[in-house]
């Protein structure tokens, strides 16, 4: 009698002692997946009290468990291992979901297993990040303003130049009545197509700074002549040579275009970067390969400016650049991966890569997309 009763006051002092803690605790059966005891913090956050949490199955609120299959796994692993920290989401009363970080214990009892979990609520950090990445992917967007600005401007040049010469032209037969209609009429036609040009090149423009979500279906034939579109005067001005072959015009994928429109733009500008800094070569070379592989689709973007020579392990990383004399932020290949990655499941590997072109011997870094094909 005396000695269950010491059991009682040291279960009502451990239970006080964990409902006293700021994280989210859970005792669970390991056996039945019932839960024995959940702290009064790990209750507030679900929503239920302790009564209608102990009727609860863990894979009925610990989300990627809701087959039980997937949560027997898990258990096992932790058999094995005894303890094992995992990122998960929890379900709440509501239907909400709370992204948490665990870190579970396995203790035996009586011959019984018990898992118990420290659970931390990481909500609010992965919505700072998440706005992090927004605010990052903002400034990515300004600072590709700037490029494109200077892009539009080469854009314009040569029509802008056409129009004022013949305008100059029509003005001065005119003065000297000296036009005969069908020429009129052939000036007329240049300077409305030459305007429906620029009308073309500030849309493309438009729509890319549109801020769009959408997921589409996107035709990488598409999206590599935007790309170009978009870069394309920029690089003529700097003598810089794209050479591209036309990937397949029924390779799609599906995502944000836009983002990978800027995931393209950021890897090119880079190369046209490094390349500005070579003083010394014949030919200044961007090359774009496209290739469909059993399961998904890489896209290859490799210069011939030499090669990385700072840091490849952070070139990933945010802030990271070996430009900031000249103004470079460091985002725009952080902001790459995270596009390739989280948005389009896919990922980015760098190299530095020797090759030969045309005979001749060309060493710069490449860079390699790999996006799955749906
Ligand atoms: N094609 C390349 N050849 C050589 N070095 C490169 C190439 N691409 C990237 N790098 C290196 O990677 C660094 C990081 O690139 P990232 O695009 O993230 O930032 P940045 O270009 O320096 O700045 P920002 O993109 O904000 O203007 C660059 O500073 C440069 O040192
Ligand atoms: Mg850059």
Same mark, same amino acid.
């Given at each position: 009698?005396?000695? =269950?009763?010491? &059991?009682?006051?040291? /279960?009502?002092?451990?239970?006080? $002692?964990?409902?006293?803690? %700021? !994280?989210? @605790?859970?005792?669970?059966?390991?056996?039945?997946?019932?839960?024995?005891?959940?702290?009064?913090?790990?209750?507030?956050?679900?929503?239920?009290?302790?009564?209608?949490?102990?009727?609860?199955?863990?894979?009925?609120?610990?989300?990627?468990?809701?087959?039980?299959?997937?949560?027997?796994?898990?258990?096992? =692993?932790?058999? &094995?291992?005894?303890? /094992?920290?995992?990122?998960?989401? $929890?379900?709440?009363?509501? %239907? !909400?979901? @709370?992204?948490?970080?665990?870190?579970?214990?396995?203790?035996?009892?009586?011959?019984?297993?018990?898992?118990?979990?420290?659970?931390?609520?990481?909500?609010?950090?992965?919505?700072?990040?998440?706005?992090?990445?927004?605010?990052?992917?903002?400034?990515?967007?300004?600072?590709?303003?700037?490029?494109?600005?200077?892009?539009?401007?080469?854009?314009?040049?040569?029509?802008?130049?056409?129009?004022?010469?013949?305008?100059?032209?029509? @003005?001065?037969?005119?003065?000297?009545?000296?036009?005969?209609?069908?020429?009129?009429?052939?000036?007329?036609?240049?300077?409305?197509?030459?305007?429906?040009?620029?009308?073309?090149?500030?849309?493309?423009?438009?729509?890319?700074?549109?801020?769009?979500?959408?997921?589409?279906?996107?035709?990488?034939?598409?999206?590599?002549?935007?790309?170009?579109?978009?870069?394309?005067?920029?690089?003529?001005?700097?003598?810089?040579?794209?050479?591209?072959?036309?990937?397949?015009?029924?390779?799609?994928?599906?995502?944000?275009?836009?983002?990978?429109?800027?995931?393209?733009?950021?890897?090119?500008?880079?190369?046209?970067?490094?390349?500005?800094?070579?003083?010394?070569?014949?030919?200044?070379?961007?090359?774009?390969?496209?290739?469909?592989?059993?399961?998904?689709?890489?896209?290859?973007?490799?210069?011939?400016?030499?090669?990385?020579?700072?840091?490849?392990?952070?070139?990933?990383?945010?802030?990271?650049?070996?430009?900031?004399?000249?103004?470079?932020?460091?985002?725009?290949?952080?902001?790459?991966?995270?596009?390739?990655?989280?948005?389009?499941?896919?990922?980015?590997?760098?190299?530095?890569?020797?090759?030969?072109?045309?005979?001749?011997?060309?060493?710069?870094?490449?860079?390699?997309?790999?996006?799955?094909?749906?």
């Amino acid at each position: 009698m005396n000695a =269950k009763n010491d &059991n009682l006051e040291d /279960l009502k002092l451990f239970y006080a $002692l964990i409902d006293d803690s %700021n !994280e989210m @605790i859970f005792i669970t059966n390991m056996q039945t997946y019932q839960v024995t005891y959940a702290n009064k913090i790990a209750c507030k956050t679900l929503g239920y009290n302790l009564n209608d949490m102990r009727k609860l199955l863990v894979p009925q609120f610990r989300k990627p468990f809701n087959d039980e299959e997937t949560y027997k796994q898990f258990l096992q =692993k932790l058999e &094995n291992k005894k303890t /094992l920290n995992a990122y998960t989401v $929890l379900k709440t009363k509501n %239907n !909400e979901d @709370i992204h948490v970080e665990t870190s579970s214990k396995m203790v035996i009892i009586d011959g019984v297993k018990y898992n118990i979990a420290i659970v931390r609520n990481v909500q609010s950090w992965i919505e700072k990040e998440k706005i992090k990445d927004s605010i990052l992917a903002q400034q990515t967007k300004m600072a590709s303003m700037g490029e494109m600005i200077e892009n539009i401007t080469h854009q314009w040049k040569q029509p802008l130049s056409i129009i004022s010469a013949m305008t100059t032209l029509l @003005i001065s037969k005119i003065k000297r009545k000296k036009i005969e209609e069908t020429y009129l009429l052939d000036s007329l036609d240049t300077l409305k197509t030459t305007s429906e040009h620029m009308n073309k090149t500030i849309d493309s423009f438009k729509t890319f700074f549109n801020p769009s979500n959408k997921i589409v279906s996107i035709s990488i034939k598409d999206l590599l002549s935007q790309a170009i579109e978009l870069t394309g005067a920029s690089l003529l001005a700097n003598k810089i040579t794209l050479v591209c072959k036309e990937p397949n015009a029924s390779w799609y994928i599906h995502g944000i275009k836009n983002d990978l429109i800027q995931a393209l733009i950021n890897i090119i500008n880079n190369a046209k970067d490094a390349l500005k800094e070579q003083k010394n070569l014949t030919e200044k070379l961007i090359f774009i390969e496209v290739e469909a592989h059993k399961d998904d689709f890489t896209i290859e973007i490799k210069d011939n400016a030499g090669g990385i020579q700072g840091d490849m392990e952070k070139l990933f990383d945010s802030h990271y650049t070996t430009k900031a004399n000249s103004g470079g932020t460091g985002i725009g290949l952080y902001m790459t991966k995270q596009i390739v990655q989280s948005h389009f499941n896919g990922d980015i590997v760098v190299k530095n890569k020797e090759y030969v072109y045309k005979k001749h011997k060309c060493k710069g870094a490449s860079f390699l997309l790999k996006i799955p094909q749906n």
